[in-house]
């Protein structure tokens, strides 16, 4: 599966965090490629608004007929995933494909697939695997399930900004000033103040204008 993939951002931030989650994934990569030899599917903190990173070994033809055809607002497998968490074989997925959008998949060799979701906050993160031949055994299941919870674990916002972190620039990113910050959350000016400091450094910002939409940009909150 695909969807329309951001343009590709100057930023030298966000393509250090590009780089970082490409490095964790290459650990895995050649057990996910065994896994799945018709093609896989890697989403990381996506959500309605995009995703912060996305890989996709799918065929050509189909990669450029999903895109062409925009297949993203009608594909059963990402809308099951952008609202559920855990492992489902595709053909257990209870939302009814209307346009044949399987069928259609299958004509490219994507025949028999699985998905393994895993949420944090507002986004979910992903990876899909196909074959041709039949389904996913259980012990293929269990076995991609752990490689998808160890990845994504690694790869969780909290690795970036601590919880702590993550409720200011939430608040900020709903138009509260320092003040009104502090109050919601139950701290002191000074912490919520403190608070930004480290965000800011984390993401090399200078403002806190800058700060929230830069995370925001990353998918780190909505």
Known sequence: MQIDE??????????????????AFDEIRPEIEDLAPSGFSLLVNVSLRGYE?????????????????????????LLWA???????????VPIPDFRRFMRKA??????????????????????????A???YTEMEMLRISEIATELFMKLSRGDLFTNAELQVLQC??????????????????????????????????????????LAMKKNLIS
């Open 172 to 213: 900020l990113a709903h138009d509260l000033n320092v003040k009104e910050s502090a109050a919601k959350i139950g701290v002191s000016e000074s912490a919520v103040k403190e608070r930004l400091s480290t965000c800011r450094k984390k993401l090399g910002c200078r403002t806190n204008y800058h700060l929230v939409a």
């Open 6 to 23: 951001r343009a590709l951002s100057p930023d030298p931030e966000i393509r250090k965090r590009d780089h970082l989650i490409s490095v």
């Open 53 to 77: 990173h996305f890989e996709c070994t799918y065929p050509i033809s189909w990669q450029q007929e999903y895109e062409a055809k925009r297949y993203f607002v009608l594909d059963p497998i």
């Open 82 to 92: 952008l609202f559920k968490t855990g492992d489902y074989r595709w053909s257990g």
């Open 106 to 131: 299958a004509e490219h060799g994507l025949k028999y697939g699985a998905c393994f979701c895993r949420s944090s906050g507002h986004h979910h993160s992903l990876i899909s695997v196909s074959r």
């Open 133 to 135: 031949d039949r389904e």
